[in-house]
């Protein structure tokens, strides 16, 4: 069994930083989702994931943080940095073409203050995950539309799990009562 993740935050000089403790996943997106949300809402534009107690990222947790990179590129000329991303993570980045719109530091040298403060600053984040299962389907569901639409080979690779995630929410009406 795995112990859960934790994600702490902090505000470190103008960078908001979220570093994940354990694996990135669907079980904690909604609340990473809900804390880059909410920086963003405050006028926050650079975004730092740090990943170095992070063994792996699912697909869910992927997604979400496309959907922050792209929500800042778009509207507010921002940017979301990922750094220390071990070996299979930035694979992962690599492969699904992420690399493309986040800010992945693989030699180490972005935020050089404020990787230095980012250990005494950072606190266990407050933002809750989903309130229910209807939301926490939603969720999955946008994290692999985000992934899909970001190309062709995306598309094939997400489309069943898309598929399955939209008969869920179609076939089952008590979600909208969860």
């Known amino acids: ?12 000089g103008k960078v908001f930083w ?3 403790e354990g694996r990135g996943t669907f079980q904690n997106s909604v609340q990473v989702k809900k804390a880059l ?3 963003v809402a405050n006028g926050t534009h650079n975004l730092v994931v740090d990943l170095e107690r992070c063994p792996m990222m699912d697909s869910t947790f ?6 922050a ?5 778009e509207k507010n000329g921002g940017s979301l940095s990922v750094l ?6 930035l694979q992962l980045l690599s492969d699904l073409g992420l690399d493309h719109i986040m800010e992945v530091d693989s030699a180490g040298n972005a935020w050089p203050q404020e990787r230095e403060m980012a250990c005494a600053q950072l606190a266990t984040c407050g933002e809750k995950g989903a309130s229910n299962k209807l939301e926490h389907t939603q969720h999955i569901l946008k994290a692999h539309q985000t992934l899909a639409d970001m190309s062709n080979m995306n598309e094939g ?3 069943d799990v898309i598929y399955f995630l939209e008969k869920e929410l179609e076939e089952q009406p008590e979600l909208a009562t969860s």
């Open 157 to 159: 690779r997400f489309r």
């Open 18 to 20: 979220l570093r994940v």
């Open 62 to 67: 992927l997604g979400t943080l496309t959907g």
């Open 69 to 73: 990179a792209l929500h800042l590129r």
């Open 1 to 12: 069994m795995t112990a859960p993740s934790t994600i702490l935050v902090g505000r470190i």
């Open 37 to 39: 949300q909410a920086v």
């Open 84 to 89: 220390n991303a071990n070996p299979r993570n």
